[in-house]
Antibody, heavy 118, light 110 residues
Framework: QVTLRESGPALVKPTQTLTLTCTFS??????????VNWIRQPPGKALEWLARVDWEDDKFYSTSLKTRLTVSKDTSKNQVVLTVTNVDPVDTATYYC??????????WGQGTLVTVSS | QSALTQPRSVSGSPGQSVTISCTGTSSDVGGYNSVSWYQQYPGKAPKLILY???KRPSGVPDRFSGSKSGNTASLTISGLQPEDETDYYC??????????FGIGTKVTVL
């Protein structure tokens, strides 16, 4: 079955770089139309789409955050990595990775809460 | 990419129907038939309940239905049940391989 799991630090300091890893199983990122997305949710607030990497290794980013985001994939390890540079307390959120199939996010990880604080 | 507009809350009695609207622009909701809806319980990951405006994934009850007119998509929950009380988010393709979510709606079962 399809599973995704996010991992990374629970606490980062302002101005540091946050690196999150999504480890998945049950599907291949070599399959046409497949992608892995990063989506975040600040406490008590709405979901926000951040970035995606697709089966052709094309990368796409949120317009408002694109200068701070980098997404990459390691197909051999079934992993997708998101980096967020120069973090700020407003980046405090639960970060989810989700499989994209077409334009739907059909499987999600459980999420990882990242707090930005000094 | 501005967040799609949803009502903050809707409510209904068990057995009734409720409809949640999701309003965007011609650059997202109005431009594509790629609207999806997610159900999220507190502390849990979102769950896909509708995609491509009105398609249901396997296992999602047919009480959940979707539609779209112009720049507004809608989710209707018919025969409201107590377990439907939670948060719902719409999401639309916004061009250039990007997506935008709605602000979320809390459904209360009276």
């Amino acid at each position: 079955q399809v599973t995704l799991r996010e991992s990374g630090p629970a606490l980062v300091k302002p101005t540091q770089t946050l690196t999150l890893t999504c480890t998945f199983s049950g599907f291949s990122l070599n399959t046409p139309a497949m992608c892995v997305n990063w989506i975040r949710q600040p406490p008590g607030k709405a979901l926000e789409w951040l970035a995606r990497v697709d089966w052709e290794d094309d990368k796409f980013y949120s317009t408002s955050l694109k200068t701070r985001l980098t997404v990459s994939k390691d197909t051999s390890k079934n992993q997708v990595v998101l980096t967020v540079t120069n973090v700020d307390p407003v980046d405090t959120a639960t970060y989810y990775c989700a499989r994209g199939s077409g334009e739907r996010y059909d499987y999600w990880g459980q999420g990882t809460l990242v707090t930005v604080s000094s | 990419q501005s967040a799609l507009t949803q009502p903050r809350s809707v409510s209904g009695s068990p057995g009734q129907s409720v409809t949640i609207s999701c309003t965007g622009t011609s650059s997202d909701v109005g431009g594509y038939n790629s609207v999806s809806w997610y159900q999220q319980y507190p502390g849990k990951a979102p769950k896909l309940i509708l995609y491509d405006v009105n398609k249901r994934p396997s296992g999602v009850p047919d009480r959940f239905s979707g539609s779209k007119s112009g720049n507004t998509a809608s989710l209707t929950i018919s025969g409201l049940q107590p377990e439907d009380e939670t948060d719902y988010y719409c999401c639309s393709y916004a061009g250039s391989h990007t997506s935008v979510f709605g602000i979320g709606t809390k459904v209360t079962v009276l």
